[in-house]
């Protein structure tokens, strides 16, 4: 695979891996191009721990799936990220950014513009909805043959100082070469994101995991690799679109969009 084709074929995973168990080749050549990232000073400033334990994946899992539905019952995520979804195409196309809810079960499909609605909150809460969501949550993240936690130097994170944002740039960076392996070795990985959405449950995957106090939990991701035949969960969303270079590239001063590139832009990933 050539390098663009790589960066162009790029996906967040949203079903299922394969069972297998990645090769401890693989998972030494993903942890390699991570390391090639850049760093200021060459700082270096990340650690990762891999989980292939499935006692301990079970346990991250039960946590994520239990999280998932803690704030969708709650309401609280959709409040706090309902900037970044869309319920139509129209406004997909129209916006290019966010995530487009564009998988759903007949029996919600009518009640999506009612989501953020004190009464469609209760009529989610009657359906189960967070619970289904909770538990797919939970099967998916149980079904990964590895997790990967990716941790900062606190002495190297300091939000408040510029260098501060260079060490989280350096991780991102790090994790978009790891990322971009995961495309070239035939693999898909996703964000466990709920657990951070309740910290007290993001404490216990800290002290699961052990991380010393010089080191910062990030994140944790899922990895495996892909089935021939991927099948989209019954509540899923679509990621694809990208903004027109028109709408954030600017030309010698921020007061002149550029122009000319819009046709030219290339079909993106999620």
């Given at each position: 695979?050539?390098?663009?084709?790589?960066?162009?074929?790029?996906?967040?995973?949203?079903?299922?891996?394969?069972?297998?168990?990645?090769?401890?080749?693989?998972?030494?050549?993903?942890?390699?191009?991570?390391?090639?990232?850049?760093?200021?000073?060459?700082?270096?400033?990340?650690?990762?721990?891999?989980?292939?334990?499935?006692?301990?994946?079970?346990?991250?899992?039960?946590?994520?799936?239990?999280?998932?539905?803690?704030?969708?019952?709650?309401?609280?995520?959709?409040?706090?990220?309902?900037?970044?979804?869309?319920?139509?195409?129209?406004?997909?196309?129209?916006?290019?950014?966010?995530?487009?809810?564009?998988?759903?079960?007949?029996?919600?499909?009518?009640?999506?513009?009612?989501?953020?609605?004190?009464?469609?909150?209760?009529?989610?809460?009657?359906?189960?909805?967070?619970?289904?969501?909770?538990?797919?949550?939970?099967?998916?993240?149980?079904?990964?043959?590895?997790?990967?936690?990716?941790?900062?130097e606190r002495g190297e994170y300091r939000p408040d100082?510029?260098?501060?944002?260079?060490?989280?740039?350096?991780?991102?960076?790090?994790?978009?070469?790891?990322?971009?392996?995961?495309?070239?070795?035939?693999?898909?990985?996703?964000?466990v994101s709920f657990p951070m959405e309740v910290p007290?449950?993001?404490?216990?995957?800290?002290?699961?995991?052990?991380?010393?106090?010089?080191?910062?939990?990030?994140?944790?991701?899922?990895?495996?690799?892909?089935?021939?035949?991927?099948?989209?969960?019954?509540?899923?969303?679509?990621?694809?679109?990208?903004?027109?270079?028109?709408?954030?590239?600017?030309?010698?001063?921020?007061?002149?969009?550029?122009?000319?590139?819009?046709?030219?832009?290339?079909?993106a990933s999620d």
């Open positions: 695979m050539e390098f663009f084709d790589a960066v162009f074929a790029r996906r967040t995973t949203n079903g299922p891996f394969r069972p297998d168990p990645v090769s401890p080749e693989h998972q030494q050549l993903l942890i390699r191009a991570a390391a090639a990232a850049p760093s200021q000073f060459n700082s270096q400033p990340w650690r990762f721990v891999l989980i292939e334990d499935p006692a301990t994946i079970g346990e991250v899992a039960r946590i994520s799936g239990e999280s998932m539905t803690r704030v969708m019952g709650e309401g609280t995520f959709f409040h706090r990220y309902r900037k970044y979804f869309r319920f139509s195409q129209e406004e997909m196309d129209r916006l290019r950014s966010g995530m487009l809810f564009d998988r759903l079960p007949a029996l919600l499909r009518p009640f999506t513009s009612r989501v953020f609605t004190p009464s469609g909150q209760k009529l989610m809460n009657r359906l189960r909805v967070p619970q289904r969501l909770g538990e797919e949550n939970r099967k998916l993240v149980a079904g990964s043959p590895l997790l990967l936690g990716v941790m900062l100082q510029l260098s501060g944002f260079y060490s989280v740039f350096s991780m991102g960076a790090a994790m978009e070469n790891l990322w971009l392996s995961t495309t070239q070795l035939g693999m898909g990985i996703q964000f007290e449950n993001w404490r216990r995957i800290v002290e699961m995991l052990r991380v010393p106090e010089e080191l910062e939990l990030m994140a944790v991701y899922r990895l495996g690799y892909l089935p021939a035949t991927q099948h989209r969960p019954a509540i899923d969303w679509s990621s694809r679109e990208r903004k027109l270079p028109s709408q954030f590239v600017f030309r010698e001063t921020c007061d002149s969009p550029q122009t000319g590139w819009d046709e030219d832009s290339r079909p």
